[in-house]
Structure formats: structure tokens, C-alpha cells
């Protein structure tokens, strides 16, 4: 079974420019999340989806950050304008379902670096 | 959220086992206490979860205290691979995971 995909990997941008991860979940996993970690720290949680519907988005910078999970599947996250201090890894994580049971599964992350 | 305590690193050797601490002193009672670990330049991968009573799966044990302000993670025997950041975080389902800096693992050759 194919575990979550984030595409691409490594991205390298100026300040100031746009730039959009994408995410695949788990197949048949109905809740997503976009984290963000920084460098020596553990992720932080910025958006959950479930299904599409965005049910905790209280962490986004929404003065820049957007994001949608169109027909309840794939994710994007997108950075407008990007800033110096946005240089990090985003995280997509999928589950099924929001119980105390279900384990979170997590891509390989992007890694953003903003020159 | 409530809050655990884990050391920042810790150090063991191959094939030896290793018990990472977890200090929980502000659980309630329906906060389950879930680990994660994160291997070098990977998102992070669920290990194991627990209640009250010890688990068992085929990567680790949990032991939880009966109190349960406190926890262990026990790996058996400690393999190259298994060096990693852990992390010991408290969860009640419909919220976000919330990651402290957890513990930097190194295993010894």
C-alpha cells in the first residue's frame, strides 16, 4: 500500500514568490492534516481537514498561507508571498477517522528553503 | 494541552534495549499517551499507544505507570535503525497532535 505523497520533495524560492506543496493521502483516509516544522522542533499542526471540510485551521497564517482539499482527497498548501522565516519542512499527514485509536500516517515531507 | 517531559537525548548500544522516559503529571483520564519517532529527513511514524494497561506490538513496548503520570517506551533490542527522535505525546482523538521536542536516540555500533 502506497503511504502519503508530497510532492516535491526539496523547494528553493526567493521571498516574496508563490509556492504550492501538494499532498496525497492514504487511500480511504478521510482526515488530513498539513504540519510545519522547523528546524530542531517537533511539527505544528496547521490545518485539519476532514473530508473537505477544514474543521481546525486556527494556526494558519491565513494573511498568507491558503490551503483547500478539493473532492475530499488530495491537499494543497499554498505560500503567498513566501518570507525568509517560512523556510521549513510542511508535513501532509492522513488518518482514518479522529479517534484516540487511529494512528496518523505522515509523507516524507517538503523542504522549503526561502532565500 | 496537556504537557509531557521527556529528556532531550539519550544514548544506547546495539542490541541492547532502551527504555526512553516519559513524565505526564497533568493527564486526564481520557488522554490516550501515543508515540511517535522520526528518523532522519522522514515525516514521523507512529510506534505505539496506550491507556492504562502495558501494550506490545512488534516495534515496542509501552509501560504505563499505574498512576499514570508516567511512561515508558522499551525498545528490546536496539538496532541501528532505530535511531531517531521520539516523541511521547497525549491524545484525545479529535484534536491535533501536539509534538514536543521529544528525545534524540543515538545507538552505538
Known amino acids: 500500500e502506497a503511504g502519503v505523497v508530497q510532492s516535491p520533495r526539496y523547494k528553493i524560492i526567493e521571498k516574496k514568490q508563490p509556492v504550492a506543496f501538494w499532498c496525497n493521502p492514504i487511500s480511504g483516509h478521510n482526515t488530513l492534516y498539513w504540519y510545519l516544522q522547523n528546524l530542531g522542533q517537533g511539527p505544528e499542526l496547521l490545518i485539519r481537514?476532514?473530508?473537505?471540510?477544514?474543521?481546525?485551521d486556527s494556526q494558519l497564517p491565513k494573511d498568507r498561507f491558503s490551503a483547500e482539499r478539493l473532492k475530499g482527497v488530495d491537499s494543497t498548501l499554498k505560500i503567498q508571498p513566501a518570507e525568509l522565516g517560512d523556510s521549513a519542512v510542511y508535513l501532509c499527514?492522513?488518518?482514518?477517522?479522529?479517534?484516540?485509536?487511529?494512528?496518523?500516517?505522515f509523507g516524507p515531507g517538503t523542504r522549503l528553503t526561502v532565500l | 494541552d496537556a504537557k509531557t517531559t521527556q529528556p532531550n537525548s539519550m544514548e544506547s548500544n546495539e542490541e541492547e534495549p532502551v527504555h526512553l522516559p516519559c513524565n505526564h503529571s497533568t493527564i486526564s483520564g481520557t488522554d490516550y499517551i501515543h508515540w511517535y519517532r522520526q528518523l532522519p529527513s522522514q515525516g514521523p511514524e507512529y510506534v505505539i499507544h496506550g491507556l492504562t494497561s502495558n501494550v506490545n506490538n512488534r516495534m515496542a513496548s509501552l509501560a504505563i505507570a499505574e498512576d499514570r503520570k508516567s511512561s515508558t517506551l522499551i525498545l528490546h533490542r536496539a538496532t541501528l535503525r532505530d535511531a531517531a527522535v521520539y516523541y511521547c505525546i497525549l491524545f484525545q482523538g479529535a484534536q491535533k497532535l501536539v509534538f514536543g521536542q521529544g528525545t534524540r536516540l543515538t545507538i552505538n555500533p
Open positions: 499527514a492522513s488518518s482514518f477517522g479522529t479517534s484516540s485509536l487511529n494512528e496518523q500516517f
Open positions: 481537514y476532514e473530508n473537505e471540510e477544514a474543521v481546525d
